[in-house]
C-alpha cells in the first residue's frame, strides 16, 4: 500500500468520526464518508439546526414579553378603573332601616349617634378637657397582691428589670417565634423624649415579691387638630405578664 492510499484511508476514517458525532440525520451521516468535503457540509447543516433553534427560541421570549407587556398592561388599566371607583361616593344607606337596629358598642362611645347632623363651622372637642382637681386623685385598686410601682429607668437596676420583662412577655407572634426585643439604652432614649416625667413610667409588682408583672409609659407630645395644638401623650410599651393575662 503506498502512502497516498494510506492517507486516503485515514481521511475516510476521520470523515466517518465526524458523521457519527453529528445529530442532523442519517443521510449526512452516509455521505461523508467518502468526501472530506462532506464532512463541512455536515458541520454546516447543523450550524444550520442550532442557529434555527437559538431563533426560535428568541422568537418564543419576544412572544412571551409580549403576552407578559399585554397582560400587564391590563392589569395596569383594571387598578385605575377601581381607583377612579372609589372617588364615586358610596350608595345611600337606609337610615331608617339603620336607625331602628341596636348598636350597643356604639351607644357607650363619644360619636354622634345615626341621624345627627354634624355642623362642621363648629368643630371642637367630643368632651372638653377636665382640670386637674376634676380628675380622679387615687389610682385605681388593683387586684389583692399587687401593687403601683413607679419605674426609674436611670437607675441600671430597674432598666435591666424592665428590659427582661419587655424581653419575655412584650409583642410576640401567634407561634411564640418572634418577639420584639428592644435594647437597654433604646428603652432609655425612647421613654426619656423631651418633656418626660418619672411618673409617666408606671409598673405593676406582685407586692410579696416585688416581681415586676406589668407596665405602662406615656410621653408627651403637641398634637395638631386643625387649626389648635394640644397637649396629649403617646402611650406605648403596655405590657402585662403572660400569665396574668387570662386572670
Not at 492517507?7 to 442519517?26: I, L, P, R, V
Request: a negative charge; one cysteine or more.
Amino acid at each position: 500500500m503506498t502512502d497516498q492510499n494510506r492517507n486516503e484511508d485515514q481521511n475516510d476514517e476521520g470523515d466517518s468520526s465526524t458523521a457519527g458525532a453529528s445529530t442532523t440525520s442519517k443521510s449526512f451521516s452516509q455521505k461523508s464518508k467518502s468526501k472530506p468535503a462532506d464532512a463541512a457540509a455536515v458541520v454546516a447543516a447543523a450550524t444550520e439546526v442550532v442557529d434555527g433553534n437559538s431563533t426560535r427560541a428568541e422568537n418564543n421570549n419576544q412572544k412571551l414579553t409580549d403576552k407578559s407587556m399585554r397582560n400587564l398592561m391590563k392589569q395596569m388599566t383594571l387598578a385605575e378603573q377601581a381607583a377612579a371607583s372609589n372617588n364615586v361616593y358610596a350608595p345611600k344607606y337606609d337610615e331608617k332601616a339603620a336607625s331602628r337596629q341596636e348598636w350597643k358598642f356604639w351607644q357607650t362611645q363619644p360619636v354622634p349617634t345615626i341621624g345627627t347632623k354634624i355642623n362642621t363651622s363648629n368643630i371642637g372637642p367630643i368632651e372638653s378637657n377636665k382640670s386637674i382637681d376634676d380628675l380622679r386623685q387615687e389610682p385605681y385598686k388593683l387586684p389583692d397582691g399587687f401593687s403601683w410601682n413607679d419605674i426609674d429607668i436611670h437607675v441600671d437596676e430597674q432598666l435591666q428589670e424592665l428590659y427582661t420583662f419587655l424581653s419575655e412577655n412584650y409583642i410576640e407572634d401567634d407561634g411564640n417565634d418572634f418577639r420584639l426585643e428592644y435594647s437597654m439604652p433604646f428603652l432609655r432614649w425612647a421613654l426619656c423624649a423631651p418633656g418626660w416625667l418619672q411618673k409617666f413610667h408606671v409598673g405593676v409588682r406582685v407586692t410579696k415579691s416585688g416581681k415586676l408583672v406589668g407596665f405602662i409609659s406615656a410621653v408627651p407630645i403637641r398634637m395638631r387638630v386643625y387649626d389648635k395644638e394640644l397637649p396629649m401623650v403617646d402611650i406605648n410599651f403596655l405590657c402585662v405578664h403572660k400569665k396574668l393575662r387570662l386572670k
